[in-house]
């Protein structure tokens, strides 16, 4: 599947990305609100499984409409990195690993939602979804749709063979990323390989329209001079500067904030 190959419908706040498979169709929503996240209903036979919530009122009712509009049955929620948002869809059944529910009640899950209350206010839902069903390693199926959970050190991925894809938290092809040091960045790189070896189709991440193995292999590329650049620098500014100027129309400045002072504490 081409990640380009997809029907684009406006919405007033979002736009939604439809890719069909056939049997199953992908919609991808692009929120639009103030950090760019991404919300994936996966569609088959009238029924959607949700991976992650929106956390912003406004999208919140916008999506909410959507399915009811489409009339598509939300069969249940993957909830992995995005915890907040726990009026979306009440009474649908929740999944999540015993980790994933550890972050965002209390890890570093947690401290992100807290600081977006205080920064958004009250259209910013902080409230947190509760699990109805624990997952671990292995298959679930939501929906008529088998999944494959693949529990990480905050949460969990997502493969969905039915259409080849993967999901995870964050890639980009174009924009800077939380790179908590040079031993996550190998991480990162281990992970990025190990889905070209598999050959998906689409990565699908909590901030970023849908993107393939090309953009893959530019993230690797990215990361590998990231640790470089870090080698190379004496503090953290000199760090910035320096990728900054290798990297000039990158957006997401306030993650190589974040960055630089994981790799320069």
Same mark, same amino acid.
């Given at each position: 599947m081409n990640k380009n190959t997809c029907e684009t419908v406006k919405l007033p706040k979002g736009e939604m990305h439809i890719y069909d498979f056939g049997a199953v169709k992908l919609h991808a929503y692009q929120t639009n609100d103030p950090i760019d996240d991404e919300v994936f209903l996966v569609e088959k036979a009238g029924r959607a499984a949700v991976i992650e919530s929106p956390c912003f009122r406004d999208n919140i009712a916008e999506?909410?409409?959507?399915?009811?509009?489409?009339?598509?049955?939300?069969?249940?929620?993957?909830?992995?990195?995005?915890?907040?948002?726990?009026?979306?869809?009440?009474?649908v059944p929740r999944y999540a690993t015993e980790n994933a529910v550890d972050y965002s009640a209390?890890?570093?899950?947690r401290a992100l939602i807290d600081g977006f209350a205080a920064s958004f206010g009250?259209?910013?839902?902080?409230?947190?979804?509760?699990?109805?069903?624990?997952?671990?390693?292995?298959?679930?199926?939501v929906g008529?749709?088998?999944?494959?959970? =693949?529990?990480?050190?905050?949460?969990?991925?997502?493969?969905?063979?039915?259409?080849?894809? #993967?999901?995870?938290?964050?890639?980009?092809?174009?924009? =800077?990323?939380?790179?908590?040091?040079?031993?996550?960045?190998d991480a990162? #790189?281990?992970?990025?390989?190990?889905?070209?070896?598999?050959?998906?189709?689409?990565?699908?991440?909590s901030h970023y329209t849908p993107e393939d193995l090309k953009d893959a292999r530019t993230k690797i590329d990215y990361l590998k001079e990231l640790k470089a650049i870090a080698a190379a620098s004496a503090d953290r500014d000199s760090f910035k500067a320096s990728v900054q100027k290798r990297y000039p129309q990158y957006s997401g400045e306030n993650y190589l904030d974040?960055?630089?002072?994981f790799f320069f504490p």
């Open positions: 999506l909410t409409a959507y399915l009811k509009d489409r009339a598509l049955e939300p069969a249940g929620m993957l909830v992995a990195y995005h915890g907040a948002g726990a009026s979306f869809l009440p009474g209390r890890g570093g899950g009250d259209a910013f839902d902080p409230t947190i979804h509760a699990a109805d069903h624990i997952l671990s390693e292995g298959r679930v199926t008529g749709i088998g999944f494959v959970i =693949h529990p990480t050190s905050d949460a969990f991925d997502v493969e969905i063979p039915e259409i080849n894809a #993967v999901y995870t938290h964050m890639l980009g092809h174009d924009c =800077h990323s939380i790179v908590a040091g040079a031993s996550h960045a990162m #790189v281990a992970q990025l390989e190990s889905y070209i070896a598999r050959g998906y189709g689409l990565i699908l991440t974040m960055t630089a002072g």
